[in-house]
């Protein structure tokens, strides 16, 4: 049962999926959440700055969606997400009918951490996958080292995959160094 605080932040908050002709606010707050949050993502600000107009325009016209959280009175942006396609490796050998959905790029902003911001996020794409034929799963991927996101997911109904889908991937700004990262997973049971 939610309190009234509860209930009065989730009317505070508003989930709004980005357009194509949204690129420049896409931009601002990608680039935000890689100056705030530079080892929680595989991308870095340094290379992700210099990406033009027509870059930013096509990743909202890819099929995939961005979703952004907007709270308070001044409707600050203070999250984003994204559901992407598998990637075309992912799928070889699975059967079509049982099509994945990648949760990416996620990111709440410090001072709206655990006031719900995330879960109103995931919930949103939940739904934008569950609408789509055959789409039966969610999958992230999330860095060994990065426990808070590791335990958030888990509360929202993630499962860690087994050993074998892991991935040894290099970490943002770190020269050489890699990191590992695993898959978690979460059954999208129909409408």
Not at 77 to 90: K, N, R, Y
Not at 103 to 129: D, F
Not at 181 to 189: A, N
Request: aromatic share 8%; glycine share 6%; proline share 5%.
């Amino acid at each position: 049962m939610s309190t009234l605080t509860e209930a009065k932040r989730r009317e505070e908050l508003d989930i709004v999926a980005l357009r194509p002709s949204d690129w420049a606010v896409l931009k601002m707050v990608r680039l935000r959440s890689l100056r705030d949050s530079p080892k929680a993502f595989v991308a870095a600000h340094r290379f992700e700055c210099r990406l033009d107009r027509a870059n930013w325009r096509a990743r909202l016209e890819d099929g995939s969606t961005w979703v952004i959280a907007r709270a308070g009175l001044d409707r600050q942006i203070v999250g984003i997400a994204h559901l992407g396609a598998e990637p075309v490796e992912d799928h070889v050998g699975m059967d079509p009918s049982s099509a994945v959905r990648y949760v990416e790029s996620v990111w709440v902003h410090p001072r709206a951490r655990r006031q719900g911001v995330l879960r109103r996020m995931i919930e949103e794409l939940e739904l934008r996958a569950r609408a789509e034929p055959g789409v039966r799963k969610l999958l992230l991927w999330v860095f060994d080292d990065n426990h808070v996101a590791w335990d958030a997911y888990l509360r929202l109904g993630f499962e860690p995959m087994g050993q074998d889908e892991s991935n040894y991937a290099p970490a943002p700004d770190a020269g050489n160094r890699g990191v590992w990262e695993r898959r978690m997973s979460k059954g999208l049971p129909g409408l």
